[in-house]
């Protein structure tokens, strides 16, 4: 490691650039009790390889989704956070997209 970067904490910058969006997206997998379930979502950011979506689904991170935009086609995702937003009180969950390509994937 170079010495002169060691104590350093490292940059919370995203690896790619957030775009705000506003489109919907069907949320379906199964919950922590393994029912399955299917709801909609709305994206309100999103990056090569992940999205940030509002919705009311009651999920965990680590929780494995499959996300259907309104074009192209669905992408499994992980769930890497889940807070409500102060602005608003909506709850918000972080997804990391499985596919290397991302939303991009052919």
Known sequence: MNEE?????????????????????????????????????LAVKVSRGGA???TD???????????TPPYGRAVEAEVN????DATDGKQ???VKLL???GWFAE
């Open 5 to 41: 970067l060691k104590g350093e904490v490292p940059s919370q910058r995203p690896r790619s650039p957030r775009v705000p969006v506003d489109f919907a997206v069907v949320i379906e997998g199964e919950t922590s009790e393994g029912k399955p379930f299917k709801t909609n979502a």
């Open 52 to 54: 940030t979506l509002v």
């Open 57 to 67: 689904a009651r999920l965990k991170s680590g929780t494995t989704v499959r996300l």
């Open 81 to 84: 956070g889940v807070w409500t």
């Open 92 to 94: 918000r969950i972080g």
């Open 99 to 101: 596919d290397a390509n």
